[in-house]
T-cell receptor, first 113, second 117 residues
Framework: AQKITQTQPGMFVQEKEAVTLDCTYDTSDPSYGLFWYKQPSSGEMIFLIYQGSYDQQNATEGRYSLNFQKARKSANLVISASQLGDSAMYFCAMRETYGKLTFGQGTILTVHP | GAGVSQSPSNKVTEKGKDVELRCDPISGHTALYWYRQSLGQGLEFLIYFQGNSAPDKSGLPSDRFSAERTGGSVSTLTIQRTQQEDSAVYLC???????????????FGAGTRLSVL
């Protein structure tokens, strides 16, 4: 079974608009971490935002926020005021035990001027 | 720079040859990870080093794959007798491995694109 599911292969957004990228996860571990990474065409994975399973508040980092709904096992990334430079592949990932990340399939975001 | 450095950035090899991929982690990071990114399989974990502990090799796809980390710093991923299905981007990441492990951020290099002809 998929541990991390990103159901949107591609998303389009107009510059300056907000966009939500979906991520659902599956784990029986009470302690876990959720991460979002951005991968531009250059290939490097850039860390964006982290949410811990015990965090009471949704994480925010500048224009990025994480809509964490624990009961629904979802951790959607919200990008506000989209910029052309936001066009990239976005990955949701989870860590259950100390060590490896498990990644979703990714969502390609295209920002139109 | 201060980031994770990987070399070479691109590697083209012939089927059956051995290849070595190198990763220089961020200074002071005790944990080092290798992942593989391919069109068919997405992003897959390969191996994880943490300090002097035995590495977690649970993601290595076959015994043709091996990795070592010398002096707790630089790591080399070796693929022996390469096959066409080994063609992928190999990503290295490092982290501080601080307490509160779930929040430990992994920082990635730009990857090595391996093409096996």
């Amino acid at each position: 079974a998929q541990k991390i599911t990103q159901t949107q292969p591609g998303m389009f957004v107009q510059e300056k608009e907000a966009v939500t990228l979906d991520c659902t996860y599956d784990t029986s571990d009470p302690s876990y971490g959720l991460f979002w990474y951005k991968q531009p065409s250059s290939g490097e994975m850039i860390f964006l935002i982290y949410q811990g399973s015990y965090d009471q508040q949704n994480a925010t980092e500048g224009r990025y926020s994480l809509n964490f709904q624990k009961a629904r096992k979802s951790a959607n990334l919200v990008i506000s005021a989209s910029q052309l430079g936001d066009s990239a592949m976005y990955f949701c990932a989870m860590r259950e035990t100390y060590g490896k990340l498990t990644f979703g399939q990714g969502t390609i975001l295209t920002v139109h001027p | 720079g201060a980031g994770v450095s990987q070399s070479p950035s691109n590697k083209v090899t012939e089927k059956g040859k051995d290849v070595e991929l190198r990763c220089d982690p961020i200074s002071g990071h005790t944990a080092l990870y290798w992942y593989r990114q391919s069109l068919g399989q997405g992003l897959e974990f390969l191996i994880y080093f943490q300090g002097n502990s035995a590495p977690d090799k649970s993601g290595l796809p076959s015994d043709r794959f091996s990795a070592e980390r010398t002096g707790g710093s630089v790591s080399t991923l070796t693929i022996q007798r390469t096959q066409q299905e080994d063609s992928a981007v190999y990503l290295c990441a490092s982290s501080l491995a601080v307490r509160g492990r779930e929040s430990d951020i992994q920082y990635f290099g730009a990857g090595t694109r391996l093409s096996v002809l």
